[in-house]
C-alpha cells in the first residue's frame, strides 16, 4: 500500500520537499545497491519511496522520520515487514550511537546510511552522520546542490572551504547524480545532488589520523577560511596558542613551513593533506 500523494500538507517547520521522481528513486537505490546483509539507516523516509523500494532488500533499516504522521503513517503502511523499524524523533537530538547499535552496528559490520535530507539541516546531518564513522561504513545522501557541492569539491575551487576539507579528511567523497527542482514535491527553487561518502573508520591504525582528534580539525579551519581572501599566513596568525592568545605571524609561518606549505597560499588552496600536516606539525612543536 502506497501514502496518497495528498494524503498529508507538507510542514515547512520541517522543510518537507517530498520524491516524486519514481525513475530518481530507482535510481537512488540502484546506486546504493542494497546488499541482504546490510544494516541500513534511513534519514528522513518522508512518504517512503525509498523505503519500500528498500523493503526486503536488506538484513534491517532504521529509517528516523521527524514528522509523527509520515512516521505512523509509514509504520502501518509497512508492517509486515519485521526487518523495517520507522522511529519518530530527529536525527541531530536522538542518540545515533545508541541506535547504531541498536541497529546491530559495530566496527566489524558497520552501517550504511540513505537519507533525502532537508536543505536547512543537511550539513548538520551529514557532520554528525560523519562523527559515528566508528559504526557507519557509506552513506548516499540527497542534498541541495550548492551544500553538495561544497562538500564534493576539490581544493582550487570556489566552492571549497571548511565543509569540503572537514568531509574530505574523514570520507572519500563522490557526486552520483542531480536532480533538477520538478523531480519533488513542493517544488524547491533549488536543484539537488546525489553524493556518496565512503567513510574512512576512526581510531585505527598505529598512528591515528589528526581528523579523529575531537574538535581540532574544525578548529583550525574555523580560524583558516576565516578570511578566504587572505592569505594563510595572516589568518594563521590568528591561530590561539596554549594559553589562548594568537600565536601571531612568525610562529604561524614557522607552523606552517614545518608543514611543507607556502604561507602565502590561499586557504581554498590548501589540500586536505595540507591541512592534517598543518595539525600535526601543531602537535610536534
Not at 43 to 71: F, K, N, Q, Y
Not at 85 to 98: A, P, Q, S, Y
Not at 118 to 134: F, G, K, M, N
Not at 235 to 257: D, F, K, V, Y
Request: glycine residues 8%.
Amino acid at each position: 500500500m502506497r501514502i496518497a500523494t495528498n494524503r498529508f500538507h507538507t510542514s515547512r517547520r520541517w522543510g518537507q520537499n517530498f520524491l516524486v521522481n519514481q525513475g530518481a528513486a530507482d535510481t537512488i537505490v540502484l546506486a546504493l545497491n542494497p546488499r541482504p546483509g546490510d544494516l541500513l539507516l534511513e534519514v528522513g523516509p518522508g512518504r517512503g519511496a525509498l523505503t519500500r523500494r528498500l523493503s526486503g532488500r536488506v538484513a534491517r533499516l532504521l529509517a528516523i522520520e521527524i514528522d509523527p504522521r509520515l512516521a505512523s503513517a509509514l509504520a502501518e503502511d509497512l508492517r509486515g515487514d519485521p526487518s523495517i523499524e520507522i522511529v519518530r524523533g530527529d536525527i541531530l537530538e536522538l542518540d545515533l550511537k545508541d541506535l547504531l547499535e541498536a541497529l546491530g552496528a559495530t566496527r566489524a559490520r558497520r552501517a550504511r546510511v540513505i537519507a533525502n535530507l532537508p536543505y536547512s539541516i543537511a550539513t548538520a546531518v551529514i557532520l554528525r552522520l560523519i562523527e559515528e564513522r566508528a559504526l557507519l561504513d557509506d552513506m548516499v545522501v540527497l542534498l541541495q546542490r550548492e551544500v553538495a557541492e561544497r562538500i564534493v569539491s576539490p581544493p582550487g575551487t570556489r566552492a571549497y572551504g571548511a565543509l569540503s576539507v572537514l568531509c574530505q579528511a574523514r570520507a572519500r567523497v563522490e557526486s552520483l547524480l542531480r536532480l533538477r527542482p520538478g523531480s519533488f514535491r513542493p517544488v524547491p527553487k533549488v536543484e539537488s545532488m546525489l553524493i556518496r561518502l565512503t567513510l574512512r573508520p576512526a581510531g585505527t591504525g598505529s598512528a591515528p589520523s589528526p581528523a579523529d582528534r575531537p574538535g581540532a580539525l574544525e578548529s583550525l579551519l574555523r580560524v583558516a577560511f576565516a578570511q578566504r581572501r587572505k592569505t594563510l599566513l595572516n589568518n594563521l596568525a590568528r591561530l590561539p596558542g596554549p594559553r589562548g592568545a594568537p600565536i601571531g605571524a612568525t610562529a604561524a609561518e614557522s607552523l606552517i613551513r614545518a608543514s611543507g606549505l607556502d604561507p602565502s597560499s590561499r586557504p581554498e588552496d590548501v589540500p586536505v593533506d595540507g591541512f592534517l600536516a598543518i595539525l600535526r606539525a601543531r602537535e610536534a612543536l
